[in-house]
């Protein structure tokens, strides 16, 4: 493959262009080339970039923590402890949502009762 345009890479990875060109102003991702007019080709590395900050940004991580994760992942002696700190902080949101799933089903549990009952 000769590389992907915005458009393509954006189809690609499920975000929309909008997102892409946000991205490559923050510095978060990086075009490989540019074509003779100008636009910028970008890698697999780029798609594999993008799932992973699509990824963490619908598990809750903000803008600002994936521009503190791009730029540790780019600087290499920072991103193992980045990934840890992330990994912790889905390990307690797992636990925050075990905890009110738990307590959904609670009261999914007792509003039934009611009902049979009632």
Known sequence: MDGYTISRLAN?????????REYVLRGLVHPV??????YGLYDEQALERLGLMRSLFESGIGLDELVRVCRALDADGDAAACL????????????RLAALDRRL????????SEHAHG
């Open 105 to 112: 089903a609670g009261m999914a549990t007792a509003v039934q």
């Open 33 to 38: 080339r540019r074509t003779p007019g100008g």
């Open 84 to 95: 840890m700190r992330l990994r912790a902080r889905l390990t307690a949101q797992r636990k």
């Open 12 to 20: 690609a990875a499920g975000v929309s262009v909008h997102v892409v």
